[in-house]
């Protein structure tokens, strides 16, 4: 079977109206996308899955809705305005950007010893200027050494609000949504008078000021996560760690059905942790530019709760009455990025036949189930009528555009498990014809029992 690369993927997915570039009309700009009809659908169907999956058969996560400007001191608190930056600086020579602490990664795998005191702390500047200049690590484009001082670049996107844009009014757009839940653990655990342990979630959009964004909607400015701060006893950290480990392999591989073989969990190196956790590790997917990160699973300790505490003054501690004890929880998160798992689906599904190529997508996350189709224009009336009883229950098209042929050929790039097809004949014995995408097999099957046959295989 040929190999698929990712120019097949962003072909299919921009000639079908899944992504394409943002603001096209004048020229686009760097890395923005928009979700078109069935991008949209795909990603809702995903997120609906999560929700269903962590949210709804659970008893003990709950959802909120955050606002994604919050008080800049929340991202004091947070660490994120001293510590979510990267050390970048200009080839003098060429003039292209790096990220020092990644050049020199890339020396010391190639054999060269660490720079002292590295592996504990990346963000001494002249610690990372000293190394690169006494070991002469070359720029990777043009060879030279000669660089300029290394910046730290604060990858949160700034606005301002109100009619000044003095620092007064400096806001940040949320990097990630897990804020929200943390400042708002104290409200959310009163009102729901929950007992540990539960978890708070959010899905929603999230922004960075990412230096090398790329690989179409993997890695982008404005992108949407999902994340889960699972709220637990101190001692029972570890314990949920692990259930919260199988449960995201069991959501990746059972639920949005990508396959095995292209999914993997690797723990994050203790010196690449971020400055809030204890443990992580990465779920990766192998996309056609290599193995990636599409969830970062967390232990974030007493990290957040503690910060929020000691900076807002207010009490953020949990009183635990089968124990008499009164602590700040622990937080497990999944944090999983939605953009990425909409990408992995569509490498995933992505087939290719010696006579047609098409997205062998699960019909839980295809974003159309069935296509309807008359034979002939005009059968139209008849084919409405079916489309009007399909769709009461379930995401149809209805397609009467060019021969049978190539709009079947559309149903299956755009990855539709069935098609309905309405020819006068069966219509009149009360039967229509449904076609497989993956199979491309055809039954007739009659209309009054044309729902549940289609519920049994979308559902
Ligand atoms: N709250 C923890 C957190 O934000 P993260 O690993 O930085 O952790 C979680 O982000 C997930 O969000 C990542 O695993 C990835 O799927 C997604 N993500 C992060 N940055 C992204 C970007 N620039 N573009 C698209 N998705 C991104």
Known sequence: MEKTTMKDVVNLAQKRWFVYPGSDIYGGLANSWDYGPYGSLLKDNIRDLWKKEFIQKRTDVMMIDCSLIMNPK????SGHVWGFS??????K?????????????AHVLAGATEPEGYAGDKTDTKVLENYIASESIACPDCKACNYTDIRRFNLMLKTYLGVTDDSASLAYLRPETAQGQFV???QVARTSRRKLPFGIAQAGKSFRNEITPGNFIFRTREFEQMEIEFFVTPWDDDEYFQIWKSESERFFTEIVWLSKENVRFVPIKKDE????SKEAWDFEYQYPFGWWEIETL????????????THSKQDMSYFDAVNNKKFIPYVIEP???LGRIVLASLCDAYTIEETRTYLKLDPKVAPIKVWVLPIVKKLGHLAKEVYAQLSEEFLCEYDEVSSVGKRYARMDEIGAPLCVTIDTDNYEAGNVTVRHRDSMEQ????????NEYVRNIVK
């Open 443 to 450: 039954e007739v099957v009659a209309i009054k029992d044309l």
């Open 184 to 186: 708002d653990f104290p």
């Open 335 to 337: 944090a999983m990025g």
């Open 273 to 276: 942790l971020p400055h809030y």
């Open 74 to 77: 929340v991202w004091e608190a």
């Open 86 to 91: 990267d050390p970048l600086m200009d080839c």
């Open 298 to 309: 967390a232990n974030r300790t007493d990290y957040d709760l503690k910060a929020h505490m």
């Open 93 to 105: 020579e060429c003039k292209a950007r790096w990220r020092a602490d990644k050049i020199i990664d």
